[in-house]
């Protein structure tokens, strides 16, 4: 049987985001598509899926029920076109997704970035222990799934030729 490695996704996992991610620039807006949305930029859904696990902390941003917009680091996992987390039970973000699921997320490196936009949902009856917080209490997390809508993935751009780099100081 020919399945690549789990680390790196399953073929229909793959095949998948790189679907999303070809839908994603065809629907991008004109700057969008300049920056990110072209083929020597963009990353592959392989690449994307690499460059994702590599990555500790990503940006999730929900928002609230008066339209504040809310920023926290969190761990997400890919998993093709959906991003698995978990947030505290007593959290805003779990507060905002109850209100509104639409989510999105970066994170970036080394000239690389990705923006992905979702909807989430909490998984029913996933609520578990959790490490004690600071001060000692007892803390719970609930595990929250997100089937993404849109992924924008660039890869880091091509190393400068001489005659333009900076000049050094």
């Known amino acids: 049987m020919n ?8 073929t229909d996992e793959v095949a998948a985001l790189q679907a999303l991610i070809d839908r994603s620039a065809r629907a991008a807006s004109p700057a969008l598509a300049d920056s990110v949305g072209y083929p020597d ?11 994702w ?17 809310h920023i926290a680091p969190v761990h997400a996992e890919l998993r093709g076109t959906t991003l698995a987390l978990v947030v505290y039970e007593n959290t805003v973000r779990r507060r905002d997704l109850a209100g509104n699921p639409r989510v999105a ?4 490196r080394d000239g690389a970035a990705v923006i992905l936009y979702g909807r989430a949902r909490e998984i029913p009856d996933s609520a578990r222990e959790a490490r ?8 719970r997390v609930v595990s929250i799934e997100v089937t993404l809508t ?18 050094q100081a």
């Open 3 to 10: 399945t690549p490695p789990p680390e790196r996704g399953s």
């Open 41 to 51: 930029r963009q990353m592959r859904a392989g690449e994307l899926l690499e460059f």
């Open 53 to 69: 696990r590599g990555t500790g902390l990503v940006a999730m941003a929900t928002v609230g029920p008066a339209g504040q917009p």
């Open 105 to 108: 997320f970066t994170t970036w």
């Open 132 to 139: 004690p917080a600071r001060s000692g209490s007892p803390r």
């Open 150 to 167: 849109r992924v924008h993935a660039m890869r880091p751009p091509p190393p400068r030729p001489a005659d333009h780099a900076p000049p």
